[in-house]
């Protein structure tokens, strides 16, 4: 009887052992983790340029034929030969942090954010994405508002992985990763009032 109770023990603490270093390896190694493509979900519309009691004020005017006020304005986000499903470009950050509309979430690590981060970036570390959810989720973001995610760009794949986390596990249905991430920003040098640093809340 004892010996059975000993066994039963042991089993339990080896399985509890064995999910928890499957767990870490999960999100520790992100090269083991499948990543997920989102395919079926819709490409990501431009910002709204204002609302629409200044659009119908602009609509055209007796000096202006109407033909030009109706042509549509390019949308820097629509997706380009080539791009990789759920991830935008330089042109469509821009266009959110001017226009507004998009949650930024910058997936790197405390330093790197203090030193320097896209202005209202909500700093969702790759690293402590659950102990930091709650507070993302008490911004207001609904699961249907657009996301935008980066991280240092290059290789880096803590956007990947915090984008795939609020898709996965928090139905967040709009999270796009801006690939080139901080790497961009910093040698584009089109962000300019964009850019903030120093010490700010988690």
């Not at 055209?60 to 080539?82: F, K, L, Q, V």
């Not at 959110?96 to 203090?114: N, P, T």
Request: hydrophobic residues 35%.
């Amino acid at each position: 009887m004892r010996s059975a109770i000993l066994t039963a023990l042991m089993v339990v603490l080896v399985g509890g052992a064995a999910g928890v270093v499957a767990n870490v390896t999960y999100y520790k190694l992100p090269w083991l983790r499948e990543r997920s493509t989102r395919a079926d979900s819709p490409s990501l519309p431009p910002p709204a340029h204002g609302n629409s009691e200044q659009g119908s004020q602009s609509s055209g005017t007796d000096s202006e034929p109407s033909s030009r006020a109706a042509e549509p304005a390019a949308n820097p986000c629509a997706p380009r030969p080539g791009d990789k499903p759920m991830t935008v470009r330089m042109e469509c950050v821009l266009e959110y942090l001017e226009k507004g509309g998009a949650y930024i979430v910058d997936a790197r690590e405390q330093h790197d954010f203090d030193e320097g981060r896209l202005r209202g970036a909500f700093h969702l570390p790759s690293s402590a994405i659950y102990a930091n959810i709650q507070g993302f989720m008490a911004t207001g973001a609904q699961v249907d508002d657009v996301i935008i995610v980066y991280c240092g760009g290059g290789s880096c794949e803590a956007s990947h992985n915090v984008a795939d986390v609020l898709h996965d596990d928090f139905q967040y249905q709009k999270v796009f990763v801006y690939e080139a991430g901080w790497e961009e920003i910093e040698r584009s040098g089109r962000f300019g009032d964009y850019v903030e640093s120093g010490g700010a809340q988690s």
